[in-house]
């Protein structure tokens, strides 16, 4: 194995070798090898070229990028306001009372003025008499006229049902049998109680 040129005697230590030697240097205290020649560690020079290149890299990425963002926070749940529902106070139901309007009490019935069977005659009529109809009103037939004291005698009404005595044509008719047997219907107003007289005994 050759020695380097340095190390012979008659050579120039500072003579250039054709070797970049400047760029190498032992990153540890290593004992030399075998001839005199150290042991070569690591290029130094090449780190630091790679070193500068990655920080400029990292400057150009920042300037290009910007800044890293924050890390997005998970924003809190806000509580939703629970809507309240206001029911209507049901109004009370006020539950009318209604009361039956007094019913006035039917006016009591006059009693009649005669009653059947009773005996009554004629009365009020001066000279022309009363006229004996054949029905209880002014539109039916005249059966016969009679005369003030003629007796007559009270009969039934026609109608077993119907209201007695009758009131029509503003009069009350009352329905009578005469002396002659004669039946018709003469007014109220034209009649009085005629009670039998029992005639006087004569004396022997």
């Given at each position: ?12 230590p ?27 560690g ?21 300037l ?75 539109d ?33 008719w009352?329905r ?27 004396p022997?």
């Open positions: 194995m050759s020695e380097r040129p340095h190390d012979q005697p008659g050579t120039d500072d003579a250039f070798s054709g070797k970049v030697e400047w760029l190498y240097e032992t990153l540890d205290e290593t004992a030399p090898r075998q001839g005199g020649r150290p042991r070569r690591l290029p130094c020079g090449t780190l630091l070229v790679l070193l500068v290149g990655l920080l400029m890299l990292a400057a150009v990425a920042f290009l990028l910007g800044p890293p963002l924050p890390a997005a926070e998970e924003p809190l749940p806000t509580p939703s306001p629970t809507a309240t529902v206001a029911l209507p106070t049901p109004e009370p139901t006020v539950t009318r009372m209604v009361f039956p309007s007094p019913t006035a009490a039917p006016a009591p019935t006059a009693p009649a003025t005669f009653a059947v069977g009773e005996r009554v005659a004629i009365s009020n009529t001066g000279p022309q008499g009363v006229r004996l109809r054949a029905g209880a009103g002014l039916f037939l005249t059966q016969g006229i009679y005369y003030d004291g003629d007796p007559f005698v009270i009969m039934p009404g026609s109608e077993p049902d119907a209201a007695y005595p009758v009131e029509n044509d503003g009069y009350i009352w009578l049998r005469a002396a002659d047997g004669l039946i018709g219907w003469t007014a109220e107003q034209f009649l009085r109680p005629a009670p039998l007289i029992t005639p006087t005994p004569t022997p």
